[in-house]
């Protein structure tokens, strides 16, 4: 299966570097996976509407706090138009949770079957907390997506519970339940050949965090996963079984997280360790 990783929205924060990171942006990093069931994305990132209506689609507060770019060719709608195909060849989309910055796209791919945890479409669908209700924006799936909510049970890998299979891609593309930044947060697990790509959605920011020797974060990063969480203590133990994935399982897993500037430069030109 051919994987491509495209950058569906430059986030640029008005922070320092040491507080952010380094390249003082983030990344909105996707996955747009060639499969033999037509083309599957993993995350959206922004949508066209959204660069087109960003205070009506994402809210002013986003759009000041969090600084998006706002280019229409960065969406995942032009990328993959870029790379020859047509948006309907867009079968399966899965969401590593719906956050404003992950579903934004949903609304360029009305086809699509979306898969979902059942806790997380709940979540967006009907939010209970001020928090839910900024994060979740009710304008990007104003169109109807095609639902496939996706229950929280299934067999083992590597250590997780209840890990599932996307109908109709044979055990290629797998959900991982990975909840604590929001309530039906999941990892996203490719087969590339002998091997595994696991995109880790926003379970952790920092591509430090998943150093098996040395975990580290930026102070801005650090404080904002923790207000933005929904269950602190599994997103905690979630990110701690993601570090010993990646530390004990190397060779099988590559991990990846959506918003790492660098992790999605690495990827995006071959040079992430194989
Ligand atoms: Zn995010």
Not at 122 to 138: D, F, G
Request: net charge neutral; charged share 25%; hydrophobic share 40%.
């Amino acid at each position: 299966m051919k994987v491509h990783h495209l950058n569906c929205a430059t986030l640029c924060p008005p922070a320092p570097g040491p507080l952010l990171n380094p390249e003082r942006k983030m990344v909105c990093h996707c996955l747009l996976v060639e499969t033999r069931d037509g083309l599957v994305l993993i995350d959206t990132g922004l949508g066209l509407d959204d660069v087109a209506r960003p205070r009506a689609r994402l809210g002013g507060t986003f759009v000041l706090l969090v600084g998006p770019k706002l280019d229409a060719a960065e969406t995942a709608a032009r990328q993959v138009e870029a790379l020859g195909f047509q948006r309907k060849d867009v079968r399966h989309i899965v969401p590593t949770h719906l956050d404003l910055d992950h579903a934004g796209g949903l609304s360029d791919f009305p086809d699509a079957e979306v898969h979902v945890h059942d806790p997380e479409i709940t979540a967006a669908l009907k939010p209970l907390t001020r928090l839910e209700r900024e994060r979740y924006r009710a304008a990007q799936w104003a169109h109807g997506p095609r639902w496939d909510r996706r229950k929280l049970e299934g067999d083992h890998w590597f250590g997780f519970e209840a890990v599932r299979a996307v109908p109709g891609l044979g055990d290629e593309v797998l959900i991982v339940p990975t909840a604590g930044h929001t309530r039906g947060h999941a990892a996203i697990a490719v087969r590339t050949g002998d091997t595994w790509l696991l995109h880790c959605g926003d379970a952790y920011f920092y591509r430090g965090e998943m150093d098996p020797d040395r975990r580290r974060v930026t102070p801005l990063l650090d404080i904002f996963q923790r207000i933005v969480q929904v269950e602190g203590e599994a997103r905690v133990r979630n990110q701690e079984r993601l570090r010993i994935l990646a530390r004990e399982h190397a060779a099988q897993v590559r991990v990846m997280c959506a918003h790492d500037p660098l992790e999605f430069e690495r990827f995006a030109h071959g040079a992430a360790p194989r």
